[in-house]
């Protein structure tokens, strides 16, 4: 009966184990030994879904990933003026966070040691400058302050949303203002930088 059990895992519930274990561990101070322990399975019933541990990390920070480059084809982060989309862009980063946070934990703590890591990095080195360039435009258009330094103004927003992950958790039922938490993102970052009568 356990074997049989053990041979229904499949590729996404084994992502699902293995992002868990990462986050706990650390991806350096995660074994293949680990994830099998974790998952109940053998090392060798894990290599005949993945090549090993690295693809699993690369599956699983391209799930965050894909979801943040996705907003940016939204016809929100598209269309209308600069603020409007850079505010649509964050509102729904701030979604995607809170649907996948372990993915995106995972992402946030990659730190460039492998090659894995070092493309994740510079993918979401590539996210930010493109929030760079709508805030960028917002200022070209009057709508955000002239004054902020669009770099340090790119580095706060993403501080406020990424820590998100070291306190927000998904319940049942969700939490009082989890619902606005996206729109209070969204106030406590443009209020500050919006341009004198731009409210």
Same mark, same amino acid.
């Given at each position: 009966?356990? +074997? #049989?059990?053990?041979? !229904?895992? !499949?590729?996404?519930? =084994? ?9 706990? &561990?650390? /991806? ?7 994830? @099998? &322990?974790? #998952? ?15 693809? *699993? *990390?690369?599956?699983?920070? @391209? ?5 943040? %480059? ?17 505010? /649509? ?24 040691? +492998? ?14 400058? &493109?929030?760079?360039?709508? =805030? ?21 927003? %993403?501080?406020?949303?990424?820590? =998100? ?9 969700? %939490? ?5 938490? #996206?729109?209070?993102?969204?106030? =406590?970052? %443009? ?6 009568? #731009?409210?």
């Amino acid at each position: 009966m356990t +074997t #049989a059990k053990r041979d !229904t895992y !499949t590729p996404e519930t =084994l992502l699902t184990v293995a992002v868990r274990v990462f986050n706990e &561990r650390g /991806y350096d101070g995660t074994s293949m030994e680990h994830l @099998s &322990r974790a #998952a109940g399975i053998s090392k060798s019933s894990i290599y005949h879904h993945v090549a090993g541990k690295e693809e *699993l *990390l690369r599956r699983a920070v @391209s799930r965050a990933l894909d979801g943040l %480059f996705a907003i940016l084809d939204e016809s929100g982060a598209q269309r209308g003026r600069a603020v409007e989309r850079v505010e /649509y862009v964050t509102r729904r980063t701030v979604d995607v966070l809170m649907a996948e946070v372990p993915y995106v934990t995972l992402l946030l703590r990659v730190r460039g040691n +492998t090659k894995t890591e070092r493309w994740a990095l510079e993918r979401r080195r590539e996210f930010d400058q &493109r929030v760079a360039e709508l =805030l960028q435009a917002a200022v070209a258009e009057g709508d955000l302050r002239a004054d902020v330094d669009i770099r340090l103004a790119t580095r706060l927003l %993403f501080g406020m949303v990424n820590s =998100l992950v070291e306190w927000y958790r998904p319940q049942p039922g969700g %939490f009082p203002g989890e619902e606005q938490l #996206a729109d209070t993102v969204v106030q =406590l970052a %443009f209020e500050g930088m919006r341009a004198g009568g #731009a409210r």
